[in-house]
């Protein structure tokens, strides 16, 4: 058939409707078939939600949660009404639980490595057959010179790993990129608790803020996110609640602040103290507060004296533009409104931690900043630091701290020296999250005779160079506990229970359950006396049970399990923090005594910038990278998602010639960097701010799959300096150099994703209104 | 006029649309296709368990009385009475060592879907039990109830008759097929959900 | 026969003075209502679906400088522009206060987005994706929409029908399971009325308001003195009523507003004025 013009017109129509017409009217393969299942369990009815309550394990603040299951399938995450800490509320970082329990880069089942070492190449074993074989032949072999590395655990599965460390010879340390052992240490100096304190914001009048972003990712942003909300606008409050926030970031607890004071980075204790300062001179002191035993004599009154005002405030860099006139008018102003007003209008709180303990001298600028809560009559009283009760059971922590950066490196000058011999890392990342100048990377791939267990339940950049991989459960998967930390002023003990089981293409198994069959098969299992992880949780809950005290009244231990479960935890109001009536004699000249000024290690001088890194609002430090609705929420400052952006103040930028999208290259003494630049108001011009958490380099595409340019991790250029005392990373003590590179690309930022619509007046303030206090 | 090319082009095209539509219809199944709908795994006569041995229609779809969906029994539920009743005749024999082999299999039967319901409609079978089981309507106030025709309802009817207004006579069929009985389209819903002056909102139905 | 149907008038109320911008409604919303992942490339075209999104606005410049955060839903308007430019239908709003979108009447000219002032109607330029075990999160109460199909905030329509159907028409209470004895309308919040406590108890409030940890969004039945939102639109109805009747409001006075409100759109969702030391003395 000749094909005329006509003709061929007429087919390619035809076949642009068949086209369409075939999409249109396809139903899916398998779309109409019915499925039953073979047997009829007990959650597995069709069209019908159950709720199941249990735990979130995305941050360490640890919610209570309920999961919405269907046919079999978790659907949706939220909290958990009776929950204590959370009450019913979330964070997104919660929601995102059914991502991972349906990742689809989840290790699916126990594996071997298949070429070198960080190849990642892997392949597929049998659990018995060589899986747990192995791992207990590596045990024996090299458990009395193994590392087991976790996050920092606390409840039953901290008590778990330690007796499996203690029994099988191998040393347990906790880890965690972005730590918070300088507030941990500060709590036990100045308060004397093991434990963390609560901030009881829904009574106070006053926060006083240091650095800590306890809005966003600082401990238990959930539970101050609901306290900061009754210190807003709580119903029977009679006035609304006054937030300053000292940081040199613009973070989202600065852009929720009613005043925002940007000093010079690492000052924070010297701006605490000032205030102190003013608090004792002019005698504003709570009533019963006795301010000479804090100072400890005339000494310590004397070097108290150094903080006034007039002395500190070129130092700390607390200009009269910041302070809106004269600064040291504007510190007084400030201890009268933090110390004078609590007798007429409630209590004040000071906070402490983030990016103000990490410098060099970060412990005293949080023991400082801490300090102030004692001369306001604060500590443990209602509207200001609760202390916490330690958890129900005796021999079961309830609280843990990070390894400090020296043990970090203690450990990789082992594994290069062989001496550590074995690895069992869980869920932990540090070939991330450390310093890149550690290099334990290098260290564990150069390695002569290391043998690396990887019980994580996804790839990322340490795992990868794991020799096994016997992935854990995800937590909706799995049982568990929690004694929160802080608990929110009583005895808390949340419970986490499997809402699903494993899907049918995926095979992996509970991690304390694969300790305990690890520590039978190296025949240690007489210092493990469990049957099953499951089993210690019942045992503990049935001791909880024969206790007879708190939420739960019950006739039997079943009875009691059950309903254990059903609310997600068990909690004994009565049983509140300990009564600690004053401070240590001494305390505040301690204090002074340890006074420091930061140190900044590298480059210095004209023309480089404070790196002023932070937590990611989502993907934290990295480790929730691989969850794409994570990192896809606009950071709520920057509104810039998925990649890694640098916050540069758009005036000294655009002196430089760097405009929004330019790739930028952040450059310390340790290496450099590259990055998006997002140019704002808000960053002081001497301030660069990255987020943690890029430039994942192994793992779900998810976390990996943008250049170098646009994802990058900052942890690789921290100058390794110390903070003094807990010796943990200081991670803001790190200057760096900034240089355009020529490239530039799109920003993936919400901003500008709703244009712009002429009704006339559109300016912010007709979106956004405002009132004053007292005028409604 | 319109150039005799153009008009045969467009001719062509709506030809060829129906031609696509037909052929296509022709070879898939209900409830978008003319073809017959594919035969269930196993042969299961409605006739047999309902007529002459009485089973209740909610005592195999459990669900139907609790909540959205009817669902079909687990293999299990099969089991109940299977485990003893291994048919009278050759062909019954067959089928029922089927359901005893997918049970000692611990498979799912793959069912074929006789009645299927768009992705974006949400029907709750149990509301609607409830509205024809119960002595007065849903509510405390007493009035008319009308079927799916429009021919009112007298008193209450039972689960079975409930039932059947929608899906037909399902216990003497042999085989269930789709729009046998009862045409399911979105009118039909209107239309009795006007005359039983209950709410016709799209967000009711539509999700 | 259900004549005893209760008629809702839903709203919500969005406290900026709690708002920190946290994102937690965002991802509740995304999770319970099927939205597409929102790609790096969907970012860059400025696509994102956020059918809540946090806006961030900036004022001042370094060191007095200030970011405030609107969340922005659709604001269910009594007038709707989006309304009456569909040429299918496939927008209206229901005598309960929710503006309905109707996918399947849906034929994508997208008219409703171009005349909605708060930019809140999202059209699907393709065909959402997911990895086939990520699918198995799909709620099955909301339909996935296809290419070419406009969405936005319903509310969640499904977790109020779901109350309804629990409450209002089976008659039990959600967390117990006891049935409510029934009464008259008349006093709503004694008979199966699904009232606020109901739905926070049963998990029927619309998923950003259940997740926010400040409570800054708050929803619930305008009509019902026991709910949170009641008070408020009882004032912001008020001054609408004078604002039309030519009396006189003052602005700086109340913390009660409407998206917009020069449009005269009557959203039902309400705003309270962020509150903020010298506010209204610089303007």
């Known amino acids: 058939m000749k094909l005329s013009r006509r003709h061929f017109l007429a087919w390619a129509g035809l076949s642009a409707v068949g086209a369409v017409a075939c999409e249109g009217f396809g139903i899916r393969e398998g779309e109409l078939n019915i499925q039953s299942p073979v047997s009829l369990p007990e959650d597995l009815v069709r069209g019908k939600d159950n709720w199941y309550a249990s735990l979130c394990r995305n941050c360490p603040s640890c919610e209570g949660i309920l999961v919405r299951v269907m046919e079999g399938r978790a659907k949706k995450v939220q909290g958990n009404p009776l929950y204590p800490t959370n009450q019913g509320k979330s964070h997104a970082r919660c929601e995102a639980g059914v991502q991972a329990l349906y990742h689809p880069d989840r290790i699916p089942g126990a594996m071997r490595r298949g070429g070198n070492r960080g190849s990642g190449q892997f392949d597929q074993i049998g659990w018995d057959s060589e899986g747990m074989e192995t791992l207990v032949r590596q045990l024996n072999d090299r458990g009395s010179r193994a590392v087991l590395l976790t996050k920092p655990t606390r409840g039953h599965l901290g008590l778990l790993t330690s007796r499996f460390a203690q029994a099988v010879g191998a040393e347990h340390m906790n880890y965690e990129a972005v730590d918070n052992n300088t507030f941990r240490t500060a709590v036990k100096n100045v308060y004397d608790q093991d434990v963390l304190p609560d901030f009881d914001m829904e009574n106070a009048n006053f926060i006083l803020s240091f650095g800590a972003d306890f809005l966003s990712t600082w401990i238990s942003p959930t539970r101050w996110n609901r306290g900061y909300g009754e210190f807003r606008q709580g119903e029977g409050r009679s006035h609304r609640g006054t937030l300053y926030h000292v940081d040199s970031r613009f973070s989202m607890t600065a852009a929720n602040a009613d005043k925002w004071i940007p000093i010079r980075p690492g000052y924070e204790g010297h701006l605490a103290l000032s205030v102190a300062q003013v608090i004792v001179d002019e005698n504003l002191q709570a009533r019963g507060v006795d301010v000479d035993a804090m100072l400890g004599g005339d000494t310590g009154r004397a070097l108290l004296n150094d903080y006034r005002p007039e002395n500190v405030v070129g130092q700390i860099g607390l200009t009269p533009e910041i302070a809106g006139g004269d600064p040291v008018a504007f510190i007084k102003k400030l201890a009268h409104d933090f110390a004078a007003d609590v007798q007429t209008r409630g209590p004040s709180i000071a906070i402490a931690g983030g990016s103000a303990g990490a410098h060099s001298n970060g412990l005293f600028n949080v023991e400082a900043a801490a300090v102030l809560n004692w001369l306001v009559g604060s500590v443990g009283a209602e509207g200001g630091v609760r202390l916490n009760p330690s958890g129900p059971w005796q021999d079961v922590p309830s609280s843990s701290s990070s390894a400090s950066l020296d043990d970090m490196g203690r450990l990789i000058d082992q594994i290069r020296s062989g001496e550590t011999r074995m690895l069992m890392l869980h869920n932990v990342d540090p070939v991330h999250g450390l310093p890149g100048s550690l290099d334990l990377e290098d260290a564990i791939v150069s390695a002569q005779d290391l043998f690396v267990v990887s019980f994580s339940p996804f790839i990322d950049d340490t795992t990868v160079l794991a020799d096994l991989l016997l992935p854990d459960r995800v937590y909706l998967e799995d049982w568990g506990d929690d004694i929160p930390d802080p608990a929110p002023g009583y005895q808390v003990a949340g419970f986490q229970q499997p809402v699903v089981n494993p899907l049918w293409d995926l095979d992996p198994r509970s991690f304390p359950d694969v300790l305990l069959a690890a520590a039978d098969g190296a025949g240690v299992g007489e210092q493990l006396p469990w049957s099953s992880y499951q089993a210690m949780l019942k045992d503990s809950a049935t001791a909880l049970f024969e206790e007879n005290r708190g939420s739960i009244d019950a006739g039997s231990a079943d009875e009691f399990w059950t309903a254990l479960l059903r609310r997600g935890g068990w909690w004994d109001e009565s049983v509140t923090g300990p009564d600690v009536p004053r401070p240590r004699a001494g305390l505040l000249r301690r204090i002074m005594e340890g006074a420091s000024t930061p140190t900044f290690a590298g480059f210095g001088g004209e023309g480089t910038l404070y790196l002023a890194p932070f937590s990611h609002n989502t993907v934290q430090d990295g480790e929730l990278a691989h969850l794409p609705w994570l990192q896809a929420t606009p950071d709520p400052v920057t509104s810039v998602a998925w990649q890694t952006w640098v916050e540069l103040n758009d005036i000294t930028a655009e002196r430089r010639g760097i405009r929004e999208g330019d790739i930028v290259r952040i450059e310390s003494s340790q290496g450099s960097i590259r990055g998006v630049a997002y140019l704002n108001p808000a960053t002081p011009p001497e301030v660069v701010g990255v987020p943690f958490g890029g430039g994942r380099r192994h793992g779900s595409p998810y976390a990996t799959d943008r250049p170098a340019s646009e994802s990058s991790n900052v942890a690789n250029i921290l100058e390794p300096t110390r903070v003094a005392g807990p010796q943990s990373l200081a991670w803001a003590g790190t200057r760096v150099r900034i240089s355009p590179t020529g490239e530039s690309v799109n920003v993936s930022k919400l901003e500008g994703n709703v244009r712009s619509v002429e009704v006339g007046l559109s300016a912010a303030e007709e979106i956004i209104k405002t009132v004053a206090p007292g005028n409604y | 006029m319109i150039p005799l090319m153009v008009a045969g082009g467009i001719f062509t095209v709506i030809v060829g649309f129906v031609v696509v539509v037909l052929f296509i219809s022709w070879f898939s199944n209900p409830p978008f296709g003319l073809g017959n709908a594919s035969a269930q795994p196993i042969a299961f006569p409605h006739t047999v368990h309902v007529e002459e041995n009485n089973i209740q229609c909610e005592f195999c779809h459990r669900n139907v009385t609790k909540g959205d969906a009817a669902t079909v029994p687990a293999v299990e539920q099969c089991l109940f009475c299977h485990k003893d009743i291994s048919g009278r005749d050759g062909q019954a024999q067959t089928e029922i060592a089927k359901v005893q082999q997918y049970f000692a299999d611990e498979e799912p039967i793959d069912w074929e879907r006789v009645h299927r319901l768009p992705d974006h409609v949400r029907f709750i079978h149990e509301a609607h039990i409830r509205f024809f089981t119960s002595e007065t309507g849903t509510g405390g106030a007493s009035g008319q109830r009308f079927d799916i025709n429009g021919s009112e309802v007298s008193g209450s009817l039972s689960i079975t008759q409930t039932c059947s207004i929608c899906h037909g006579d399902v216990g003497s069929m042999e085989e269930v097929q789709p729009k046998e009985g009862q045409s399911l389209k979105m009118g039909t819903c209107l239309d009795c959900h006007r005359v039983n002056n209950v709410p016709t909102d799209c967000t009711i139905c539509h999700k | ?283």
């Not at chain 3, 860059?44 to 969340?71: H, T």
């Not at chain 3, 029927?204 to 619930?220: E, I």
């Open chain 3, 1 to 283: 026969m259900v004549t005893n149907r209760i008629d809702h008038k839903w709203g919500m109320v969005v406290d900026l003075d709690r708002c920190t911008g946290c994102q937690a409604c965002v991802v509740a919303c995304q999770a319970e209502n099927n939205l597409p992942i929102n790609t790096k490339e969907y970012f860059q075209q400025r696509r994102a679906y956020e059918w809540i999104r946090i806006e961030r606005y900036w004022e001042g410049e370094f060191p007095n400088v200030k970011a405030r955060f609107i969340p922005i839903m659709c604001q269910h308007c009594e007038n709707a522009p989006c309304e009456p430019v569909c040429p299918v239908f496939a927008t209206y709003h229901n005598d309960e206060g929710l503006n309905v979108q109707v996918y399947n009447r849906c034929v994508g000219t997208r008219y409703c987005a171009n005349n909605c002032p708060y930019q809140v109607r999202f059209f699907n330029w393709w065909e959402p994706k997911w990895p086939e075990r990520l699918r198995n999160q799909l709620n099955p109460d909301v339909t996935v929409r296809s290419r070419g199909v406009m969405e936005r905030c319903s509310f969640c329509v499904q977790r109020i029908r779901r109350g309804e159907i629990t409450v209002e028409r089976r008659g039990v209470e959600p967390l117990t399971g006891e049935a409510i004895p029934y009464a008259e309308p008349a006093t709503p919040t004694q008979g199966r009325y699904l009232n606020y406590q109901r739905m926070k108890e049963g998990n029927f409030l619309p998923a950003c308001a259940q997740a926010c940890p400040t409570n800054a969004l708050m929803f619930g039945e305008q009509t019902d003195p026991t709910g949170p939102v009641f008070k408020y639109f009882e004032k912001a109805n008020e001054q609408y009523d004078k604002v039309h009747h030519g009396e006189y409001v003052d602005e700086s006075k109340t913390r009660v507003y409407r998206l917009l409100e020069e449009m005269a759109t009557k959203p039902n969702v309400i705003y309270l004025k962020k509150v903020e030391e010298g506010a209204g003395e610089a303007h």
